[in-house]
């Protein structure tokens, strides 16, 4: 099925248990509900920037280059604030998301689940001959590949209390932020 552009919109897999993007989602799923761990499923979006292509005139200034907010939909939140990321590729368009994502939101617990430890293929050269894993760890974020670890199981049952919002200028969060 395609959407605006012709760029393909993704559907959701109906199962007996719900409704997920992949079969790797799915199985991550089941494996939390085997281990009776309170989860959401694509429940929460926060806001990040990208660097638009763009140049934006502004009144005071002239021409300058403009930012766009974008929408990070998390696909797994346990409670009290476990983010899971479940990728079975991990393109370059996913790893800037994910460190923007990081950069805009420090506060967050997002953690990585890898369907496969494959290769990552970039046109970068700095990127060649280091796996999924690899460049996580060297951007902070846990990551496993396969199955969540039995620990992050364990933290998730008995972690307890909410981090606070980082407050940057007197603003909560991006959304926050005045306009202009």
Same mark, same amino acid.
């Given at each position: 099925?395609?959407?605006?552009?012709?760029?393909?919109?993704? *559907?959701?897999?109906?199962?007996? +248990?719900? %409704?997920?993007? &992949?079969?790797?989602?799915?199985?991550?799923?089941?494996? #939390? /509900?085997?281990?009776?761990?309170?989860?959401?499923?694509?429940?929460?979006?926060?806001?990040?920037?990208?660097?638009?292509?763009?140049?934006?005139?502004?009144?005071?200034?002239?021409?300058?280059?403009?930012?766009?907010?974008?929408?990070?939909?998390?696909?797994?939140?346990?409670?009290?604030?476990?983010?899971?990321?479940?990728?079975? *590729?991990?393109?370059?368009?996913? +790893?800037? %998301?994910?460190? &923007?994502?990081?950069?805009?939101?420090?506060?967050?617990? #997002? /953690?990585?689940?890898?369907?496969?430890?494959?290769?990552?293929?970039?046109?970068?050269?700095?990127?060649?001959?280091?796996?999924?894993?690899?460049?996580?760890?060297?951007?902070?974020?846990?990551?496993?590949?396969?199955?969540?670890?039995?620990?992050?199981?364990?933290?998730?049952?008995?972690?307890?209390?909410?981090?606070?919002?980082?407050?940057?200028?007197?603003?909560?969060?991006?959304?926050?932020?005045?306009?202009?």
């Amino acid at each position: 099925m395609k959407g605006k552009r012709g760029i393909p919109r993704y *559907r959701k897999r109906i199962t007996s +248990r719900g %409704k997920y993007r &992949s079969n790797f989602e799915k199985s991550v799923a089941d494996v #939390l /509900r085997e281990n009776k761990v309170d989860f959401q499923y694509e429940s929460r979006t926060f806001d990040y920037l990208v660097q638009s292509r763009n140049w934006v005139i502004c009144e005071l200034c002239g021409p300058i280059k403009g930012q766009i907010v974008r929408k990070y939909l998390v696909d797994f939140e346990l409670k009290n604030e476990i983010f899971i990321e479940t990728k079975g *590729r991990l393109t370059d368009k996913d +790893r800037s %998301k994910l460190l &923007s994502v990081k950069k805009h939101h420090p506060e967050l617990d #997002l /953690r990585l689940v890898f369907q496969r430890d494959n290769l990552i293929k970039s046109r970068a050269a700095r990127d060649n001959n280091i796996r999924y894993s690899e460049w996580a760890t060297k951007n902070g974020f846990p990551n496993t590949v396969g199955e969540i670890p039995e620990q992050w199981i364990k933290e998730a049952k008995s972690r307890k209390g909410t981090p606070k919002p980082v407050v940057v200028d007197g603003f909560k969060a991006l959304g926050d932020y005045p306009n202009g």
